[in-house]
């Protein structure tokens, strides 16, 4: 069975501080694996894309990486502030099931000032 | 710039009553999608429409039904609402299958008695 699993449920950090949120996948086979920010009581936005050729890729103080040989990404956030809590979802696609991607439970992050 | 429009906000319903969550893209957007969201949980996909004149199923079909009215509509439709479907519901719309960045509503939260 395909699945994704995030690491940790939930995170607290102090503003201003870093913190990598992991993302492990038995996804296959592979087409992409995305990175979404989830704010409390609002749908989910997208942070980053990435296909099987691409280990990191950058949205401002979010940087995704991506290691398909052991199926792990993992997302770093530089300089957290305050608008940083929300929860952050890994979701990976399915190339053969075009529509069909694999959610994960999220992180949960709190930044406290 | 609406963006993905997701009506009611707010839905409660009596077991047994129906009712239709509507969806509308202003992206010109190819393909849509409705999610579902439970405590805890990740998303998981209900239906998804690759094209306008398509519907394929997802992970959690069962007791709903969908229309693609055109391009920019997609409704989901609870014909005997029952309390395991209480959940938050989510539709989104991408460019095309599987590799674009999907956007998503604001959801409408819906509650079973």
Known sequence: KNQVEQSPQSLIILEGKNCTLQCNYTVSPFSNLRWYKQDTGRGPVSLTIMTFSE????????????????????????????????????V????TNAGKSTFGDGTTLTVKP | NAGVTQTPKFQVLKTGQSMTLQCAQ???????????????????????????????????????NVSRLNKREFSLRLESAAPSQTSVY????SEGIAKNIQYFGAGTRLSVL
């Not at chain 1, 949205?59 to 398909?68: H, M, P, S, V």
């Not at chain 2, 992206?27 to 949980?41: A, F, I």
């Open chain 2, 90 to 93: 989510f539709c989104a719309s």
């Open chain 1, 55 to 90: 280990n990191t890729k950058s949205n401002g103080r979010y940087t995704a990486t991506l290691d398909a040989d052991t199926k792990q990404s993992s997302l770093h956030i530089t300089a957290s502030q305050l608008s940083d809590s929300a929860s952050y979802i890994c």
């Open chain 1, 92 to 95: 990976v696609n399915w190339e």
């Open chain 2, 26 to 64: 202003d992206m010109n957007h190819n393909s849509m999608y409705w999610y579902r969201q439970d405590p805890g949980m990740g998303l998981r996909l209900i239906y998804y429409s690759a094209s306008e004149g398509t519907t394929d199923k997802g992970e959690v079909p069962n007791g709903y």
